[in-house]
């Protein structure tokens, strides 16, 4: 074969693969679309739920006057509008557009997502009115009342069968590491929601008991199924988005086996310090400590395929929100396993700065590689680039420096608090150590000035909030803007052009 | 109870019995054969090694030589 008809068969191949892959992205359009819509709606409104909750932290009078704006209400409707609506929505879009593409196999019958979409939403929102009207359960991650979760049941049932058919249908006969990641996090979420709800709800087991399933089933929730779909994300889009493989397989499959294998058996280290067997709890620390192997092997593989391609950061929207949850992702892993050990968590237990972890993993991590595969999968299904790139630098520096702001003054100002509420004797253990934070002559500091010391930093974490909504305000127009289409077309929508021709926004 | 330990006992031997099938099926099927080639399924003629697919903040005239650039780097 000449050069110049090899040549025109390397055209006529690459345009063939880029159709095909903009058919595969073609058919998840309008499930993974509507659940994105769905997602940034609850963004929006878990935002204003955290605000409000924020504020009342330090103003307790704020709107105080409602029934249903009351800070036992609004700080739970936050927790399920993010965890079920914006965080699971996300996940469910994201992992919808990876399972096809990895496949290469084209999702059939796309309409029956979309109504499974709209069932679990429906549940999120009876849920969150019924939250706001005063119906809460009051256990923790489970406060929709007991009639929603059979709704996000079925939802949830139609999204995982289907993703199995994808999967079933490939034309791809490896199964790359994501694929890995969400198989596990489709496999392992019913089984913790039903359990959990079965155990506490409807045959409840007795006492401590139902803390302890509460609590694996907390901790895996975020471990067994946030996290998965998030690596999975970022296991595709970072190699992606920078042309290169990931640094080794090798390791991002211990990484998941290891991840596997040691996730479930964390969760008892919530309740370090409970009336648990000593045993229970140790089994939890354990499998904490654990979990550096995983976090280990992901943050080099992940660090090691980005050397050399830094530069990259700054052109590629995509994956300044992806490297920046992959960093997070290793930093709230690592704090998470410190925190498990009994003479920290002695300090950080009950204090804010175990808020400023749960951010640190669910936000920084989580939803910065949401909003990275966002900007990366929005386009290739709606055919348009985003409108305005000082939205999008906006948006970024919005959340990265305003969690930053948030984790750094939850974590300090916890710690702080943590020490002096465990100074409870005149010379306590923590009397020399800490002598900057406690009084001068080494006294326990009382109570209500804890409280008051504290004050500044649920100052800043409002001040954080807020800038955080900034940024989300920016993302939201931004994604309506793209829906409406305004902007440029995707001048390679699905790539069928080569890649120097991309239009600059 | 008894529900209680059904489901505890299911937990265990569901968990870790899909956890050990899966496994065997990797093994099994050749997913843990070539890994050099493994981590290459995700690219393909359209979207080559070598090509970033997502520069959307750079200026026009950048793009074009940044990726130049890159692609030397790869050759």
Avoid at chain 1, 303 to 312: L, R
Avoid at chain 1, 435 to 456: H, N
Avoid at chain 2, 21 to 47: C, H, K, V, Y
């Amino acid at each position: 074969m000449n050069g110049v008809s090899g040549q025109a068969q390397a055209e006529l191949e690459r345009e063939h693969y880029a159709l095909e892959r903009s058919r595969i992205d073609a058919s998840t359009r309008v499930p993974v679309l509507v659940f994105f819509g769905f997602a940034v709606f609850w963004l929006l409104t878990g935002t204003l739920f955290a605000l409000l909750a924020s504020i009342k932290m330090h103003m307790p009078g704020f709107l105080a006057d409602h029934a249903w704006l009351t800070f036992g209400r609004v700080r739970p409707a936050h927790l399920n509008t993010v965890a079920y609506g914006w965080v699971v929505d996300s996940a469910f879009g994201v992992m919808i557009w990876l399972m096809a593409r990895l496949s290469w196999a084209e999702l059939r019958y796309p309409s029956l997502l979309v109504a499974a979409a709209c069932i679990w939403n429906t549940g999120v929102l009876i849920g969150t009115v019924a939250i706001l009207a005063g119906q809460g359960t009051s256990v923790e991650w489970l406060e929709f009342p007991i009639y929603v979760p059979p709704i996000l049941v079925v939802g949830y049932a139609l999204i995982a069968v289907w993703t199995f058919v994808i999967f079933r249908d490939r034309r791809e006969k490896h199964v790359y590491v994501s694929q890995w990641y969400i198989i596990g996090a489709m496999f392992w979420l019913p089984w913790l929601y039903v359990t959990a709800n079965l155990l506490i709800f409807w045959f409840p087991v007795k006492g401590v008991l139902q803390a302890s399933v509460l609590w694996w089933f907390g901790h895996n929730t975020i471990g067994l199924f946030f996290s998965p779909i998030a690596l999975a994300a970022v296991y595709y889009l970072i190699p992606k988005v920078i042309g290169r493989p990931v640094h080794s397989y090798y390791l991002s499959l211990i990484g998941f086996w290891s991840f596997a294998l040691f996730y479930n058996w964390a969760g008892t280290h919530h309740l370090i310090g409970g009336p648990l067997p000593a045993w229970l709890i140790t089994v939890g620390i354990v499998g904490s400590m654990m979990m550096f192997i995983p976090v280990g092997t992901t943050a080099l593989n992940h660090h090691m395929t980005m050397v050399g391609h830094f530069n990259q950061l700054r052109y590629s929207p995509t994956l300044r929100f992806v490297v920046f949850g992959a960093i997070a992702y290793t930093g709230s892993s690592m704090q998470g396993s410190l925190e498990a050990l009994r003479d920290v968590n002695r300090i950080t237990h009950f204090t804010h700065y175990t808020i400023g972890h749960a951010h640190f993993g669910l936000y920084a991590f989580f939803t910065m590689v949401m909003f990275g595969s966002m900007y990366y999968i929005v386009p290739r299904l709606t055919g348009w680039e985003w409108y305005s790139a000082n939205l999008i630098r906006a948006h970024f520096w919005c959340t990265a420096l305003g969690i930053i702001l948030y984790v750094f003054a939850m974590c300090w100002g916890g710690w702080f608090q943590g020490v002096q509420l465990a100074h409870t004797q005149p010379e306590g253990p923590f009397a020399f150590t800490m002598r900057g934070v406690l009084r001068g002559d080494g006294s326990p500091v009382p109570f209500l000035e804890i409280v008051r010391q504290s004050k500044f930093y649920l100052h800043l974490r409002s001040v954080a909030g807020g800038i955080i909504t900034v940024g989300h305000l920016a993302f939201a127009t931004l994604f309506v803007l793209n829906l409406m289409r305004y902007g440029q077309p995707r001048s390679g929508p699905t790539l069928l052009a080569k890649q120097k021709e991309v239009v600059a926004v | 109870m008894t529900v209680g330990y059904l489901l505890l006992l299911g937990s265990v031997t569901i968990f870790g019995g899909a956890a050990v099938l899966a496994f065997w099926w990797a093994i099994r099927s050749g997913q843990m054969d070539n890994f050099d080639r493994n981590s290459r399924t995700i690219f393909a003629p359209d979207e080559p090694i070598g090509e970033a697919t997502d520069m959307i903040l750079a200026p026009k005239k950048m793009k074009a030589e940044v990726l130049d650039e890159f692609e030397q780097d790869w050759e």
